[in-house]
């Protein structure tokens, strides 16, 4: 089955730690990205890649980096800079400007 | 600044009632359009999309959207709305820029359907 896979779905981190988040997708899409989702505030980009070895930040960037080493792969760490990393990641891809697909999502608590 | 603005953060209606769900954009020039949904528990997945010609396009599950370029609108609707559409929609604009497209979502709107 073609798809995007995200692990873990929960997440739980200490105050002062990194944690990586990781992405999949077997869709042969060039461009895959990592959105955050807050209760109200809909889905927010952080970061996103059109290609490999290549990616540019998004609306929130801050406190979070990334990589694109492999076409199917595009993991994000959350670093001990982002202030408020409590919240609901989703990592998406798609072909260009068309439609994103979707992964189910991981859920980070921060203790 | 650019933005996706969609009216209603919640919505209650009873089955059989009509759904109209407002979404608006502030970006010029040509843009794609998508009405993305969340069930709960699910992924989000596509549920229409624009990119061109008839600017009434139809989805799945009976849902359709309309874009109106001069009001910058993509409104989402459908006639007769069922409890299994209980979920969250979010209205989303891809356009192409330098280093290529983004796409912006709206806050997204919670649809709660009474059976």
């Known amino acids: 089955d073609g798809g995007i896979t995200q692990s873990p779905k929960y997440l739980f981190r200490k105050e002062g730690q990194n944690v990586t988040l990781s992405c999949e997708q077997n869709l042969n899409h060039d461009a895959m990205y990592w959105y955050r989702q807050d209760p109200g505030q809909g889905l927010r980009l952080i970061y996103y890649?059109?290609?490999?070895?290549?990616?540019q930040k998004g609306d929130i960037a801050e406190g979070y980096s990334v990589s694109r080493e492999k076409k199917e792969s595009f993991p994000l760490t959350v670093t001990s800079a982002q202030k408020n990393p409590t919240a609901f990641y989703l990592c998406?891809?798609?072909?260009?400007?068309?439609?994103?697909?979707f992964g189910p999502g991981t859920r980070l608590t921060v203790l | 600044a650019q933005s996706v603005s969609q009216h209603n953060h919640h919505v209650i209606l009873s089955e059989a009632a009509s759904l109209e769900l407002g979404c608006n954009y502030s970006?010029?020039?040509?843009?794609?359009l998508f009405w993305y949904v969340q069930y709960p528990g699910q992924h989000l997945q596509l549920l229409l999309k624009?990119?061109?010609?008839?600017?009434l396009v139809k989805g799945i599950k009976g849902f359709e959207a309309e874009f109106i370029k001069s009001k910058f609108s993509f409104n989402l609707r459908k006639p007769s709305v069922q409890w299994s559409d209980t979920a969250e929609y979010f209205c989303a604009v891809s356009r192409g820029h330098t280093g290529g497209f983004k796409t912006i979502f709206g806050a997204g709107t919670r649809l709660f359907v009474k059976a």
């Open positions: 998406a891809s798609s072909n260009r400007e068309y439609e994103q697909f």
């Open positions: 624009y990119f061109s010609g008839d600017p």
């Open positions: 970006y010029g020039g040509t843009v794609n």
């Open positions: 890649s059109q290609i490999v070895n290549d990616f």
